[in-house]
């Protein structure tokens, strides 16, 4: 696997609607890649409705075979202009990426989307076409490692409009501003993360338009393998240590009583760095062979709040760059640098884990690796789960 699409979106309603009139869909199988980014007419319900048909239509159609051509006059002719504005009811970006890393883009009334490669400002050609009485914009990428294509609705654009910037945010501040987020950010969530937040902040918390951003980032794969807890049957902690000892990937450990079998299986010495410690975050630990140490159930507690914040919320920064400790630097393993998470969960149950108010099957810890798991698939990584 020589290349990985690192995949994100995120959106901010118009302020007091309820649903985002921006809709993005995509596939990404060994086929293919299909990514959509819809913005419908006006905002609400309506608008919601709109793209996401649009997003469906396309994916469905062209998972399926058909051509660019056909796809997008089943659109255009399935959803008609507004007859009062001559508006079309909902714009598109059409992104599809072969498996030679080709990315071929249809743009219809989107504000144009950005390239960068080699850390620079990439313009590209583009060449105008007609469908169903449409102008499309078409463009080809041969896309490289480390290239990045991100493209936004319009409530980008105009966010700070009769606020905070008179004018809103142009089309090449925004390019200019993109290119510097993703010199010095790894994922595509934490560029997506911190450029919504941005436009919050020029909306003053009041978004006068539904705003979106997507991000497509090649990567090199980076693969973490994260072992959570002690195997059921005692037999199995050598089992467990020879995947840790074999391991070529990026090791963590969550959880003290596997750290201490790692140590005695291994042959390792576990050092303790009380500096790490916070009030609410217990301290990590230092392994021979391991790139972090934390404890396990208030650790990876208070982590999946930072990734469901990074997910839900327009958030510009949830930890800083220069935080040492236990959640702060999983969250930074899990958000900025893995691609692929790798989790190896042990079957004992940790008697301290268990709520007496709760049925004996409701596993505290259990709980909170599901859900970290749900929100780490929502945020575009690869997850894998084998139960020791």
Known sequence: M?????????????????????????????????????????????????????????????????????????????????????????????????????????????????????????????????????????????????DALCVVSDGAIHAGIGQMLNLGWSWDEINEYLKELNNV?????????????????????????????????????????????????????????????????????????TALIAERELGLNLQVDMDSMKEDVPPIAYLEGFDLVTEGVLTLGKTLENIRKLNNSSYENIIDRNDYDGCSLLTKYFTDLGTHINFYLGSAVNPAHQNPNFPADFNIKKNIINNLITELKKAGKKIDVTYI
Not at 49 to 62: C, E, G, N, R, S
Not at 211 to 230: A, C, N, Q, S
Request: proline fraction near 4%; aromatic fraction near 8%; charged fraction near 25%.
């Open 185 to 257: 950010n790894r994922s595509s969530q934490l560029i997506n993360g911190n450029f919504i937040g941005v436009c919050n902040n020029l909306y003053n918390n009041k978004p006068g338009d539904d705003t979106t951003i997507l991000t497509l980032k090649v990567r090199k794969p980076e693969v973490i393998d994260v072992f959570i807890g002690p195997p059921a049957n005692k037999n199995n902690d050598l089992y467990l240590c020879e995947i840790m000892k074999s391991s070529p990937n990026i090791k963590i450990i969550c959880g003290g009583t």
């Open 2 to 146: 020589k290349y990985f699409f690192d995949i994100n979106y995120k959106s901010i309603n118009k302020h007091t609607e309820e649903l985002c009139g921006d809709k993005v869909e995509y596939l990404y199988d060994d086929d293919n890649i299909i990514i959509v980014m819809s913005d419908g007419l006006g905002s609400g319900v309506k608008a919601n409705i709109l793209a996401t048909m649009t997003t469906k239509i396309a994916v469905t159609m062209l998972k399926e075979g058909a051509s660019i051509d056909d796809t997008i006059e089943t659109i255009i002719n399935t959803l008609p202009e507004c007859k009062v504005r001559k508006l079309a009811y909902s714009t598109f970006t059409i992104i599809k990426i072969d498996k030679n890393n080709n990315a071929y883009i249809a743009e219809y009334d989107n504000p144009p989307y950005f390239f960068y490669s080699h850390k620079r400002i990439i313009p590209i050609e583009k060449k105008e076409r007609v469908i169903g009485n449409k102008k499309i914009y078409e463009s080809n990428i041969e896309l490289e490692m480390g």
